[in-house]
């Protein structure tokens, strides 16, 4: 049993480390202490400002879009050419903005290149749903055409929002 000194001596102290306290015996006292570290660093964790928790510190596009707007846009697209204005249409994206498209491209900017490459151009459905389709050489090409302002071969942000608002 652990003395009223013995509380007074441990909690008094300067801050001591969970490790430092497994030489005391009384285990209801360091039960205690470990629950109230543990109940704190918790509490810290909450109220400080943190970026949202996303998989893998990284946005998801239905933190963007709303997914019965991508599913009936990628469904309209399944078998028809696609057309990057109409699609951004349809999932809302020409209503978003600025702000919000530039977010929308940083996730389908998968290597973090500031650009979407024409490689990953060829999967951008999937950047909407894991359920979207690969686009053929032609439909990547028009599309890259489309967006690729100033001739380099890639579409980089401001190119995107452009597309996105024309």
């Given at each position: 049993m652990?003395?009223?000194?013995?509380?007074?001596?441990?909690?008094?102290?300067?801050?001591?480390?969970?490790?430092?306290?497994?030489?005391?015996?009384?285990?209801?006292v360091f039960s205690l202490l470990q629950f109230l570290s543990i109940t704190f660093c918790f509490?810290?964790?909450?109220?400080?400002?943190?970026?949202?928790l996303y998989s893998g510190n990284k946005m998801v596009m239905t933190d963007l879009l709303k997914p019965e707007e991508i599913k009936k846009a990628l469904d309209a697209f399944a078998a028809e050419t696609f057309d990057p204005k109409k699609f951004f249409e349809m999932v809302g994206m020409k209503a978003m903005?600025?702000?919000?498209?530039?977010?929308v491209f940083q996730v389908l900017d998968?290597?973090?290149?500031?650009?979407i490459?024409?490689?990953?151009?060829?999967?951008?459905?999937?950047?909407?749903s894991k359920d979207g389709r690969d686009l053929t050489d032609a439909e990547t090409k028009a599309f890259l055409t489309a967006a690729d302002k100033d001739g380099?071969?890639?579409?980089?942000?401001d190119e995107f929002e452009a597309l996105v608002h024309e």
């Open positions: 652990c003395s009223e000194a013995a509380i007074k001596v441990i909690l008094c102290r300067p801050p001591l480390h969970l490790a430092h306290l497994t030489s005391i015996s009384c285990p209801s509490a810290l964790f909450l109220s400080c400002n943190h970026p949202p903005s600025a702000e919000n498209v530039k977010k998968v290597d973090g290149s500031g650009f490459e024409e490689e990953e151009l060829m999967f951008v459905l999937k950047g909407f380099d071969g890639k579409i980089g942000i």
